[in-house]
């Protein structure tokens, strides 16, 4: 009995606990700033394409395409989808028709992704944690702070657990995401994947020669990525430091201080700009929604006050 109760106890503290209503709404309006750029770096290739062009054929359409029975492209379409995805998320920025406009962006997103992977003939995964965040953000009452939504007072303020469990959620999962990302390599290639010679650096290979060769007959290579290839020492070195970290993600989860969790942080966006520089894997922006890691209320109040101390200061410049 002592026992359930000390885990109940446990259960409260770390979902019910810790953020406030403003916390969720400032959360909410920083990751839609973080979606605006991220949306346009991940459909840039589909954005490429005439919009007055003609229709294309999916080959491969991706298993929900094939479900619904989209099989053609229509590049206007695209156009369309995209300026309404935009729209919708500057709206959940805002925090107008909140759960209306996240529902929108989420279905903007299955749209332009399908296209996209329709075309590759491959499913990407890096909408997979921001698709969550909205889900959970859908299902939270995350419009009733900082949002037009709540200038109506119609509903009660935010309690602390209404705005806790879908901030805690969204941290257990990205931690999980990493964690079960060793455990999906050991299911596919074992523990060969973390030695000098193995997955990282076939990776390494076939991701420096992946441009082919130019019209002269040169080969297009990343010369960094191909000479790390060579050094199997120093391979092993970095694929353990990536077990470590990923077996290791979840104990951001446990590290109170912010001061910690940024250099945890920083560690992490390190990792991807290395893997997107050495192996072209393009988790680039992803860091954008390590921000459901702070609590947003103290750094939003610092960037108000430095961003008035700025505006004031202009005129006097100026003059």
């Known amino acids: 009995m002592a026992l359930c109760k000390l885990v109940s106890q446990a259960w409260s503290q770390f979902f019910f606990r810790g953020f406030s209503g403003e916390s969720l709404g400032l959360l909410r309006m920083y990751i839609g700033c973080g979606l605006l750029f991220f949306h346009?770096?991940?459909?840039?290739?589909?954005?490429?394409?005439?919009?007055?062009?003609?229709?294309?054929?999916?080959?491969?359409?991706?298993w929900y395409f094939?479900?619904?029975?989209?099989?053609?492209?229509?590049?206007?379409?695209?156009?369309?989808?995209?300026?309404?995805?935009?729209?919708?998320?500057?709206?959940?920025?805002?925090g107008k028709w909140t759960r209306t406009s996240i529902l929108v962006v989420i279905l903007c997103i299955f749209y332009l992704k399908g296209v996209r992977d329709s075309f590759s003939g491959d499913v990407h995964h890096r909408y997979i944690?921001?698709?969550?965040?909205?889900?959970?953000?859908?299902?939270?009452?995350?419009?009733?702070?900082?949002?037009r939504d709540s200038r109506h007072g119609a509903s009660p303020p935010l309690q602390e657990w209404e705005a806790s469990w879908p901030i805690k959620m969204m941290?257990?999962?990205?931690?999980?995401?990493?964690?079960?990302?060793?455990?999906?390599?050991?299911?596919?290639?074992?523990?060969?994947?973390?030695?000098?010679?193995?997955?990282?650096?076939?990776?390494?290979?076939?991701?420096?020669?992946?441009?082919?060769?130019?019209?002269?007959?040169?080969?297009?290579?990343?010369?960094?990525?191909?000479?790390?290839?060579?050094?199997?020492?120093?391979?092993?070195?970095?694929?353990?430091?990536?077990?470590?970290?990923?077996?290791?993600?979840?104990?951001?989860?446990?590290?109170?201080?912010?001061?910690?969790?940024?250099?945890?942080?920083?560690?992490v966006t390190t990792f991807h700009i290395s893997t997107f520089v050495l192996m072209d894997v393009n988790f680039l922006l992803i860091p954008f929604v390590y921000l459901i890691f702070f609590d947003l209320v103290p750094i939003h109040q610092w960037l108000k006050i430095h961003a008035w101390r700025f505006f004031r200061r202009r005129p006097s410049m100026a003059g």
């Open 40 to 62: 346009t770096y991940q459909f840039a290739t589909v954005l490429g394409l005439n919009p007055t062009g003609a229709m294309f054929y999916f080959i491969e359409p991706i």
């Open 129 to 147: 944690i921001p698709m969550q965040m909205l889900f959970l953000f859908l299902l939270s009452r995350c419009g009733e702070a900082h949002s």
């Open 171 to 267: 941290q257990l999962y990205v931690a999980l995401f990493y964690f079960w990302s060793v455990i999906a390599k050991v299911r596919v290639s074992g523990w060969e994947w973390f030695s000098g010679e193995g997955r990282i650096q076939e990776m390494l290979i076939k991701r420096s020669v992946r441009w082919g060769v130019t019209g002269e007959g040169e080969l297009v290579k990343n010369s960094l990525s191909f000479e790390l290839a060579q050094q199997p020492d120093l391979v092993q070195i970095f694929s353990h430091l990536v077990l470590a970290f990923e077996l290791g993600f979840p104990l951001i989860l446990f590290i109170k201080s912010p001061i910690f969790r940024l250099l945890f942080i920083a560690g």
């Open 66 to 94: 094939h479900l619904l029975g989209i099989q053609y492209h229509i590049p206007a379409l695209s156009f369309v989808v995209y300026a309404l995805l935009m729209s919708a998320t500057i709206s959940m920025i805002m």
